[in-house]
């Protein structure tokens, strides 16, 4: 069964960092490229990043570049986000999917960035 | 970047009754176009990918189709569980973008 699990969300302060995880698993990690989408309170879903099986190609919704930066660990099965100089409006709920057209999602992670 | 463009934003459709769901590209996108569900306080799932291929488990009920800049999402009887806010991605094309979503309420 594929299970993908997020955890790091929480509480921020704007310009602060935190960074997400997703560990995955009932499937071979190193296969697929791993999407991240979030989601802010009441709305629709938006696209924040990529990541090529072997990581060697990385993308980025704009208004996350030079910000965020996605990582994975094939070894570990692990997928990662790291957030940095976070905004108000990155708050939302973050899921880690699998594959371009995210055929399977975890259940998500809340980042809400407030002081 | 390719704007997705969904209509209408609300569907009230009776139980049993057919619902056609409507997604506009801003440029075209080959057959690279998928369909998600989502309840409220859930993770969205995947209902159609390629266009028009069925996710795993997916009733037969739903289906998609299109090419282009023009496609369908279409419930052809409507279920209770069906209920939901659907959104259509692209994925032709970097950045990936999502439409806003069509609510589909109990009329």
């Known amino acids: 069964e594929v299970q993908l699990v997020e955890s790091g969300g929480g509480l921020v302060q704007p310009g602060g960092s935190l960074r997400l995880s997703c560990a995955a698993s009932?499937?071979?990690?190193?296969?697929?490229?791993m999407t991240w989408v979030r989601q802010a309170p009441g709305k629709g879903l938006e696209w924040v990043a990529n990541i090529k099986q072997d990581g060697s190609e990385k993308y980025y919704v704009d208004s996350v570049k030079g910000r965020f930066t996605i990582s994975r660990d094939n070894a570990k099965n692990s997928l990662s986000l790291q957030m940095n100089s976070l905004r108000a409006e990155d708050t939302a709920v973050y899921y880690c999917a699998r594959t371009s057209y995210s055929d399977y999602w975890g259940q998500g992670t809340l980042v809400t960035v407030s002081s | 970047e390719i704007v997705m463009t969904q209509s209408p934003a609300t569907l009230s459709v009776s139980p049993g009754e057919r619902a056609t769901l409507s997604c506009r590209a801003s440029?075209?996108?080959?057959?690279?176009l998928a369909w998600y569900q989502q309840k409220p306080g859930q993770a969205p799932s995947l209902l159609i990918y390629g266009t028009s291929t069925r996710a795993t488990g997916v009733p037969a009920r739903f289906s998609g189709s299109g090419s282009g800049t023009e496609f369908t999402l279409t419930i052809s009887s409507l279920q209770s569980e069906d209920f939901a806010v659907y959104y259509c991605q692209q994925y032709n094309d970097w950045p990936r973008t999502f439409g806003q979503g069509t609510k589909v309420e109990i009329k």
């Open positions: 009932g499937f071979t990690f190193s296969s697929y490229w």
């Open positions: 440029q075209s996108l080959s057959s690279n």
